[in-house]
């Protein structure tokens, strides 16, 4: 069966960078784009980009522009996200999810905590 | 940007009552090539990742109650469950992937 296992929680500093991955399993890997959301406290679904792991391209939406990369690594099937420069506004969980035009399957999600 | 606005931010229903949640865009989510609506419908309770319940505007996902069905074109959308359940109580999301991704700002569904 499909299945998308993210990285644990993590507590981070303002000013740090984070680096979440997103292990995939149960379906061929390249052929499907993975997105990454997140869902701040009191907040609503924010998307942050996505990933296609057959040739490695990626988009981002424009808030995240010059903070966000995200790669992927065919040999273990595995997506990552790494955001630099966190602030307080950072905190979050969050999501990778891989796109059937629509997000079929999610992560369990990441819980990350920007505190000073 | 594709912004989508639901409707109500929450309601409470009692049980075996109907809901509906509305999702408008400010623009036409008609995929023209594949002939259907680009927009999905999506659970999420505390604690868990969202779920699809319905997409391309109407078919509903795989193991998700008939309880739950979603109509509309253009711009405006609904999701209806026909008899609310204690287990549905949640947040719901509509979303679009018609051109990039967004969300709506979410409905708050509870129990009267």
């Known amino acids: 069966q499909v299945q998308l296992v993210q990285s644990g929680g993590e507590v981070k500093k303002p000013g740090d960078s984070l680096k979440v991955s997103c292990k995939t399993s149960?379906?061929?890997?390249?052929?499907?784009?993975i997105h990454w959301v997140r869902h701040a406290p009191g907040q609503g679904l924010e998307c942050i980009g996505w990933?296609?792991?057959?040739?490695?391209?990626?988009d981002w939406t424009q808030k995240f522009q010059g903070r966000v990369t995200m790669t992927r690594d065919t040999s273990i099937s595995t997506v990552y996200m790494e955001l630099t420069s966190l602030t307080s506004d950072d905190t979050a969980v969050y999501y990778c999810a891989r796109e059937n035009w629509y997000y079929d399957h999610w992560g369990q999600g990441t819980p990350v905590t920007v505190s000073s | 940007d594709i912004v989508l606005t639901q409707s109500p931010e929450s309601l409470a229903v009692s049980l075996g009552e109907r809901a509906t949640i509305n999702c408008k865009s400010t623009?036409?989510?008609?995929?023209?090539?594949?002939?259907?609506?680009?927009l999905a419908w999506f659970q999420q309770k505390p604690g868990q990742p969202p779920k699809v319940l319905i997409y391309w505007a109407s078919f509903r996902a795989s193991g998700v109650p008939d309880r739950f069905s979603g109509s509309g074109s253009g711009t405006d959308f609904t999701l209806t469950i026909s008899s609310l359940q204690v287990e549905d109580v949640a947040v719901y999301y509509c979303?679009?992937?018609?051109?990039?991704?967004?969300f709506g700002q979410g409905t708050r569904v509870e129990i009267k």
């Open positions: 979303q679009q992937y018609n051109r990039s991704r967004t």
């Open positions: 990933v296609f792991p057959k040739n490695g391209d990626t």
């Open positions: 623009q036409s989510l008609l995929n023209s090539s594949q002939k259907k609506h680009s």
């Open positions: 149960g379906y061929t890997f390249i052929d499907y784009y």
